[in-house]
C-alpha cells in the first residue's frame, strides 16, 4: 500500500466516518520521525512515549482547526518541539534545579540507560549535544540527525534561516571544543 | 594584521569542516545508539487512540452530569437571586422607614412648643449677645492690625515668622 499524501490525510480527516482511521494513518506515518526527535532533547524513553502522546492528542484535538497555512509535518515538528521544551521547563521549575544540574542529571541518565547502546563516540556526542543550550540543541539535531532544510527548520522553529544557520555553526563549534577537550 | 586575521578563519573553517566530516561519518558508519521496547511503534497508534477515547469518554461523563444537575444549578440560582432582591428591597423599606424626615405640620408644633419655653426678652438677648460677639472679633482683629502697624512688621516678614 503506497503512502498517503498529507493533503490526503486531511481529506480524509474531514471525513466525519474516516476521521480515526486517517488518523491512525497520521500516528504511524510520524510516529518515528517525532519520536526521535523528542527522545534526542529529553533523553530517556519514557518521557519520550508520554510526550509524543501528549503530541497527537493535541494533534487530535487542533487538525479540525488546522488551516494549511503550513504543511503538516512541520506543524507536527513544532507541537512536538513545543511539547518537549515545556517538559523539560517542568522539570527544571519541578526539582528547582539550575539548568546546569538538570543536564547534568540527563547525561548521567544516558550513562546508564539501558536503552542507550551506543559505543563510547556516540555516548560522547550525545553528552557533548546535552551542553548545547535547548534551541541550539533543537537546531543541531534537526539539521544532523534529522537532515531538514534549514527553511523547514525556520517554519517550525519560527526562527530566520540566518540565524538557524548561526545556531547550527556555534553548536558544531562547541561540539568540537568538547570533543578536544574530553 | 588582516593577514593574520584572514589565516585564522580560513584555518578555523577548515579545522570545522574537517570536524563536521568526522560527524558526517560517524552518522553514517554507527546505527542510532537510542533504543526503544519491542514492538513499541506498532502498538502506540493503538495506546493514543485509547487514550483519546478514554479522554473523550470522560468528557462526555462529565457534560451527561452537567445536564443532569443544571436545571438543579439554575433553580438555585433563581432562587438565590429572588432572595437576595427581597433582602435588599426589605432593607430598602426599613432604611427609608427610620430616616422618614418629620412633616412641615410636625416642625411647625415642635416650634411652637419650644418657643413658649422662652419670653421675648430670652431672643433679644441671644441677639445682643451675637452681635457683641461679632464687635469683640472686629475689635481683636483691630488690636492685631495696630500692634501690626507699631511693630513696624510687614507682610513678608509675618509670612516668613508663621
Given at each position: 500500500m503506497s503512502e498517503y499524501s498529507d493533503k490526503e490525510l486531511l481529506i480524509l480527516f474531514r471525513d466525519t466516518e474516516r476521521k480515526n482511521f486517517a488518523f491512525n494513518l497520521i500516528i504511524k506515518k510520524y510516529q518515528q520521525k517525532l519520536y526521535w526527535h523528542i527522545r534526542k532533547m529529553v533523553i530517556k524513553h519514557d518521557d519520550a512515549d508520554d510526550i509524543l502522546q501528549n503530541t497527537f492528542i493535541k494533534v487530535w484535538k487542533g487538525l479540525d482547526g488546522?488551516?494549511?497555512?503550513?504543511k503538516l509535518y512541520t506543524w507536527l515538528y513544532r507541537i512536538a518541539t513545543n511539547e518537549s521544551l515545556t517538559f523539560l521547563k517542568q522539570q527544571k521549575t519541578k526539582y528547582l534545579l539550575p539548568i546546569a544540574d538538570y543536564e547534568n542529571q540527563l547525561k548521567e541518565t544516558l550513562e546508564s540507560d539501558v536503552s542507550f547502546n551506543g559505543d563510547e563516540i556516540q555516548l560522547k556526542l550525545q553528552k557533548a549535544i546535552l551542553e548545547l543550550p535547548e534551541k541550539q540543541r533543537i537546531v543541531f539535531n534537526m539539521k544532523?540527525?534529522?537532515?531538514?532544510k534549514y527553511e523547514e527548520m525556520s517554519a517550525i522553529l519560527d526562527t530566520s534561516v540566518g540565524a538557524l544557520k548561526a545556531s547550527y555553526h556555534h553548536a558544531v563549534k562547541k561540539i568540537e571544543k568538547y570533543f578536544n577537550e574530553n | 594584521m588582516s593577514k593574520t586575521w584572514e589565516d585564522r578563519i580560513i584555518r578555523e573553517d577548515y579545522i570545522m569542516d574537517k570536524f563536521l566530516e568526522k560527524l558526517e561519518s560517524l552518522k553514517e558508519t554507527k546505527s542510532n545508539p537510542f533504543k526503544v521496547p519491542e514492538g513499541y511503534f506498532d502498538s502506540l497508534p493503538t495506546r493514543i487512540q485509547d487514550r483519546i477515547a478514554t479522554n473523550e469518554n470522560r468528557q462526555s461523563i462529565f457534560s451527561q452530569i452537567r445536564l443532569v444537575i443544571k436545571p438543579q444549578l439554575a433553580f438555585a440560582a433563581a432562587f438565590i437571586a429572588v432572595a437576595l432582591i427581597a433582602v435588599t428591597t426589605l432593607e430598602y423599606i426599613f432604611k427609608d422607614k427610620t430616616k422618614l424626615p418629620a412633616s412641615t405640620g410636625v416642625y411647625t408644633r415642635i416650634i411652637e412648643v419650644d418657643a413658649s419655653?422662652?419670653?421675648e426678652q430670652h431672643f433679644i438677648d441671644v441677639l445682643l449677645d451675637e452681635n457683641k460677639k461679632s464687635i469683640d472679633n472686629k475689635k481683636n482683629s483691630d488690636c492685631y492690625i495696630d500692634f501690626l502697624v507699631d511693630e513696624n512688621i510687614d507682610y513678608t516678614t509675618l509670612i516668613d515668622e508663621l
Amino acid at each position: 500500500m503506497s503512502e498517503y499524501s498529507d493533503k490526503e490525510l486531511l481529506i480524509l480527516f474531514r471525513d466525519t466516518e474516516r476521521k480515526n482511521f486517517a488518523f491512525n494513518l497520521i500516528i504511524k506515518k510520524y510516529q518515528q520521525k517525532l519520536y526521535w526527535h523528542i527522545r534526542k532533547m529529553v533523553i530517556k524513553h519514557d518521557d519520550a512515549d508520554d510526550i509524543l502522546q501528549n503530541t497527537f492528542i493535541k494533534v487530535w484535538k487542533g487538525l479540525d482547526g488546522f488551516r494549511e497555512d503550513s504543511k503538516l509535518y512541520t506543524w507536527l515538528y513544532r507541537i512536538a518541539t513545543n511539547e518537549s521544551l515545556t517538559f523539560l521547563k517542568q522539570q527544571k521549575t519541578k526539582y528547582l534545579l539550575p539548568i546546569a544540574d538538570y543536564e547534568n542529571q540527563l547525561k548521567e541518565t544516558l550513562e546508564s540507560d539501558v536503552s542507550f547502546n551506543g559505543d563510547e563516540i556516540q555516548l560522547k556526542l550525545q553528552k557533548a549535544i546535552l551542553e548545547l543550550p535547548e534551541k541550539q540543541r533543537i537546531v543541531f539535531n534537526m539539521k544532523y540527525f534529522d537532515e531538514i532544510k534549514y527553511e523547514e527548520m525556520s517554519a517550525i522553529l519560527d526562527t530566520s534561516v540566518g540565524a538557524l544557520k548561526a545556531s547550527y555553526h556555534h553548536a558544531v563549534k562547541k561540539i568540537e571544543k568538547y570533543f578536544n577537550e574530553n | 594584521m588582516s593577514k593574520t586575521w584572514e589565516d585564522r578563519i580560513i584555518r578555523e573553517d577548515y579545522i570545522m569542516d574537517k570536524f563536521l566530516e568526522k560527524l558526517e561519518s560517524l552518522k553514517e558508519t554507527k546505527s542510532n545508539p537510542f533504543k526503544v521496547p519491542e514492538g513499541y511503534f506498532d502498538s502506540l497508534p493503538t495506546r493514543i487512540q485509547d487514550r483519546i477515547a478514554t479522554n473523550e469518554n470522560r468528557q462526555s461523563i462529565f457534560s451527561q452530569i452537567r445536564l443532569v444537575i443544571k436545571p438543579q444549578l439554575a433553580f438555585a440560582a433563581a432562587f438565590i437571586a429572588v432572595a437576595l432582591i427581597a433582602v435588599t428591597t426589605l432593607e430598602y423599606i426599613f432604611k427609608d422607614k427610620t430616616k422618614l424626615p418629620a412633616s412641615t405640620g410636625v416642625y411647625t408644633r415642635i416650634i411652637e412648643v419650644d418657643a413658649s419655653e422662652f419670653t421675648e426678652q430670652h431672643f433679644i438677648d441671644v441677639l445682643l449677645d451675637e452681635n457683641k460677639k461679632s464687635i469683640d472679633n472686629k475689635k481683636n482683629s483691630d488690636c492685631y492690625i495696630d500692634f501690626l502697624v507699631d511693630e513696624n512688621i510687614d507682610y513678608t516678614t509675618l509670612i516668613d515668622e508663621l
